[in-house]
């Protein structure tokens, strides 16, 4: 790996811009003689960046199991394969096999003048993991920056990545297929396995009508099944299409398959070109006897309104680490929070009911579970309260008396919080008493009835309270020639 010098003079010369190197991020040229380091050590509790000036791939918290030395080095520019037209030379990331729990974003920058000089149009970038042994690519899409001209994809684990562009023909062209992923990246016996692979027509006058993918047993000889290939419902770049093999059509032998896909004017392709004749294959696993199943994440406890991203992993007996996969059923048991999916693969649990409870997820046949208990969550109101009721909005005491006021807490869902406020009164209807007599409020000798107000103060929270001070005086009587000591002249 050259030095990150060297990398830039290299760049520098062959009339690259450092926007065209680094997008926009602003980096000065200090920043640049930093890149094309060939190593970086990964948080696994806050992620991070590995980059150099032509490529940065961005690591979100959570997605590895442990903290991680992830290096990369610049490998040969892979020959062209049937429509796809290798750019640049190739990112070989390590450790090699490394699963992510949730993808990690890879950017690949490119010289757009030496693709125009090509003939090629930039739309049709994506950034594509290239198998050295088959000479396949299988696609992960790409969000191409046209102004900055960069493209950026999902990646799910570590192989070689390469930025690529299609070859097109003159008229309709039949849809590209991007080959397929699979998760678990492994099939194993008697677990679904769900396949994905990105659909993309270029043509302006055409769009994708159907997409199937075809399979069957590794060896037995027979006749193929097909499943439909659907849009992915979390996919925001509108080029990914899902299918689930069932778990009683995976076997530990694998899986023989190819994918077809036809445009509305009827062009349509295969991949491999000339399948069913020829075929990809897919080794396959049995499960692992101890684990075979796990959240890749234990929580033990949540608070209310609070969100964690967890993955389900399912493992092989012959497979050295766990796969994600995306799970069947999701739940928060005990009715104490919910479940939506970010994304297609992860699912985000939301506490929002205290107590004990638990994480529940399937896959196939498999079920894994984990204890959680829900704690409550960020202060949302404080209820000022006498005799275990709430106080009305206005609160009638006698002068001279002694009330306990009482303070209950809760959040956003409800869930009741144990407060202890500062408690004050507006001056001259009386006052609260110290520690030993917390919450209790003195009345005042008021004369007449007098309005005022309390508050219960919290941090920066508070809430307050009208409060009526009757006055316990008399007017005092002249006709019966003597007088009250408690009675006051009008």
Same mark, same amino acid.
């Given at each position: 790996m050259k030095s990150g010098k060297t990398l830039l003079l290299i760049l520098l010369a062959s009339g690259l811009s450092s926007c065209q190197l680094l997008s926009d991020n602003g980096n000065k040229l200090n920043d640049l003689l930093a890149l094309g380091a060939a190593s970086a050590s990964i948080s696994q509790t806050s992620g991070g960046t590995v980059q150099s000036p032509t490529m940065s791939l961005t690591v979100p918290q959570g997605a590895l199991e442990e903290d991680t030395?992830?290096?990369?080095?610049? @490998?040969?520019?892979?020959?062209?394969?049937?429509?796809?037209?290798?750019?640049?030379?190739?990112?070989?990331?390590?450790?090699?096999?490394?699963?992510?729990?949730?993808?990690?974003?890879?950017?690949?920058?490119?010289?757009?003048?030496?693709?125009?000089?090509?003939?090629?149009?930039?739309? @049709?970038?994506? &950034?594509?993991?290239?198998?050295?042994?088959?000479?396949?690519?299988?696609?992960?899409?790409?969000?191409?920056? $046209?102004?900055?001209?960069?493209?950026?994809?999902? &990646?799910?684990?570590?192989?070689?990545?390469?930025? @690529?562009?299609?070859? $097109?023909?003159?008229?309709?062209?039949?849809p590209t297929i991007g080959g397929a992923s699979f998760f678990p990246a492994r099939p194993i016996g008697g677990l679904p396995l769900t396949v994905r692979s990105s659909i993309t027509d270029w043509d302006g006058g055409s769009a994708i009508a159907m997409v199937r993918f075809y399979y069957r047993t590794a060896g037995s000889g027979g006749a193929f099944k097909s499943l439909a290939m659907l849009p992915e419902s979390n996919d925001a770049s509108g080029q990914f299409y899902t299918a689930k093999v069932p778990a009683a059509d995976v076997s530990a032998a694998g899986l023989e398959y190819y994918i077809e896909a036809f445009d509305s004017l009827n062009s349509g392709r295969t991949s491999p070109t000339t399948a069913p004749t020829a075929f990809n294959t897919i080794v396959g696993d049995t499960q692992d006897a101890t684990t075979p199943i796990r959240f890749q994440t234990v929580v033990t406890q949540m608070s209310a309104g609070f969100s964690r991203d967890l993955t389900v992993q399912v493992k092989g007996s012959s497979a050295a680490t766990f796969y994600p996969v995306p799970a069947e059923t999701l739940v928060f048991a005990g009715d104490k929070g919910e479940t939506s999916r970010p994304t297609w693969l992860s699912a985000r649990y939301t506490a929002k009911t205290i107590g004990a409870s638990f994480l529940q997820a399937s896959y196939g046949p498999l079920t894994v579970s984990q204890p959680i208990h829900v704690y409550p969550g960020i202060l949302n109101r404080i209820d000022l309260r006498y005799n275990d009721a709430v106080l009305p909005p206005?609160?009638?005491?006698?002068?001279?008396?002694v009330t306990q006021i009482d303070a209950a807490g809760?959040?956003?869902?409800?869930?009741?919080?144990?407060?202890?406020?500062?408690?004050?009164?507006?001056?001259? &209807?009386?006052?609260?008493?110290?520690?030993?007599?917390?919450?209790?409020?003195?009345?005042?000798?008021?004369?007449?009835? @007098?309005?005022?107000?309390?508050?219960?103060?919290?941090?920066?929270?508070?809430?307050?309270?009208? &409060?009526?001070?009757?006055?316990?005086?008399? $007017?005092?009587?002249?006709d019966t020639g003597q007088f009250d000591t408690d009675c006051v002249f009008n």
């Open positions: 030395v992830i290096t990369f080095r610049e @490998t040969a520019i892979p020959d062209a394969r049937e429509s796809n037209l290798p750019l640049q030379a190739a990112f070989e990331f390590g450790p090699e096999g490394l699963h992510f729990n949730k993808p990690a974003s890879l950017k690949i920058c490119y010289n757009a003048a030496d693709v125009k000089a090509r003939g090629l149009n930039e739309k @049709t970038l994506q &950034i594509q993991y290239h198998d050295p042994e088959t000479g396949e690519f299988v696609s992960m899409g790409g969000d191409v920056d $046209l102004v900055h001209h960069c493209v950026t994809a999902s &990646i799910y684990h570590f192989s070689a990545y390469v930025l @690529t562009a299609q070859l $097109l023909a003159v008229g309709n062209n039949p206005v609160f009638e005491v006698d002068g001279l008396s809760y959040d956003a869902y409800g869930n009741f919080m144990f407060v202890q406020p500062v408690f004050s009164a507006s001056p001259g &209807i009386g006052t609260f008493g110290g520690v030993a007599d917390y919450g209790k409020f003195f009345a005042a000798d008021v004369f007449p009835d @007098t309005e005022g107000t309390i508050t219960a103060t919290l941090g920066t929270y508070s809430v307050t309270n009208n &409060i009526l001070v009757h006055t316990i005086r008399v $007017l005092c009587q002249y």
